[in-house]
């Protein structure tokens, strides 16, 4: 049954390619990968064996207490000694070795290296993603979602502001805490294009579920267009609907935790909102970007995930919401 339960267990976990550990994208999550497979095959010889023997005790020939009674000496220990103590002892250590190699295996971060270029923050229940490389004034946030280049190692500087996170996108890298006052360092790198789910993998409160973030790897032309726009302040509203809602944004409560660049909105407690019409999800990623639900975020977040910092708010008229959710939608 634990051979079924485990064979099941690693189909589901290939057919889920988005956030497969099996599915490996670099050489960091390869390795584990290669680990585990080893583990699975050692556990199923284990289990045969155990059904092999289990099977043999159940149906082997036995006389009764007259033709065979029970020895007068002790025997048997071997069996505990082998199969109970020097089996586990090989098989554990063996494998210890190999997860300490694959361990040391793992790229990191020393000191004659530059700095990181990109800053992870973890927040309950959201990523702040910051960009630092180069001078200031091309650094800029984003949330949620991290862009790399493909097929390059990008060093990535990880801390919390509130309780210990961990980030994990399984198909590249293994997991790394972001622990308050602890700066941590991971490399990362993927080797095809494409985008990668991970999911804050230590628990960190009530909506430590919602707590997805994406990585997307895009080739070196896509990935600079991409820095380069992100780096430019937000699109002027131009229709009159979004102009308006930019004015029920500044004037509200929205601009006392967001920041939008190019606006007087600097509010630094919440994602920046700068381009995040760009993005693929809301709520950290918990919820596709499109217009429904960005009206429910705005209006019932504590609805969609109850004790995040984002309020209900629910003293917008209809027209105003619409004109609010305008000009977030073109912020992209
Ligand atoms: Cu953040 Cu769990």
Not at 87 to 104: D, E, H, K, Q, S
Not at 138 to 150: D, G, L, R
Not at 172 to 187: A, S, Y
Request: net charge negative; charged share 15%; glycine share 8%.
């Amino acid at each position: 049954m634990n051979t079924m339960c485990a064979a099941y267990l690693f189909t589901m976990l290939q057919m889920n390619g988005s956030q497969s550990m099996m599915s490996p994208v670099g050489a960091a999550s390869q390795s584990i990968t290669t680990l585990a497979w080893i583990v699975f095959g050692v556990f199923i010889a284990v289990s045969v064996l155990m059904w092999v023997l289990i099977t043999w005790v159940a149906v082997r020939r036995r006389g009764t207490l007259n033709d065979a009674p029970p020895p007068e000496s002790p025997g048997g220990q071997s069996w505990i000694l082998v199969g109970g103590l020097m089996i586990p002892l090989v098989i554990l250590t063996v494998l210890f070795i190999l997860n300490l190699n694959v361990m040391a295996g793992f790229p990191i971060h020393s000191d004659s290296d530059p700095p990181p270029e990109i800053q992870v923050i973890g927040h309950q229940w959201w990523w702040e993603v910051q960009y630092v490389a180069g001078p200031v004034s091309e650094h800029f946030s984003t949330a949620n979602e991290i862009h790399i280049p493909v097929g390059r190692d990008v060093d990535i500087g990880l801390t919390s502001t509130d309780v210990i996170h961990s980030f994990w996108i399984p198909r590249i890298n293994g997991k790394e805490d972001l622990v308050p006052g602890q700066p941590n360092m991971i490399r990362i790198r993927a080797d095809q294009p494409g985008t990668y789910r991970g999911q804050c993998a230590e628990y960190c409160g009530a909506q430590h579920a919602h707590m997805i973030i994406l990585v997307v790897a895009q080739t070196p032309d896509e990935y600079d267009a991409w820095l380069a726009h992100q780096r430019l302040p937000a699109t002027e509203p131009s229709s009159d609907e979004a102009k308006q809602g930019e004015q029920v944004f500044l004037t509200g409560a929205c601009a006392l935790c967001h920041a939008i660049r190019g606006t007087d909105a600097a509010g630094g407690i919440a994602p920046d909102l700068t381009h995040m019409a760009s993005r693929q999800g809301l709520a950290a990623n918990t919820l596709a970007n499109d217009t429904a639900n960005l009206e429910a975020w705005v209006t019932h977040a504590q609805s969609l995930k109850p004790n995040v910092i984002m309020p209900n708010l629910t003293q917008y008229t209809g027209v105003q919401l619409r004109d609010l959710v305008a000009y977030l939608q073109q912020l992209n």
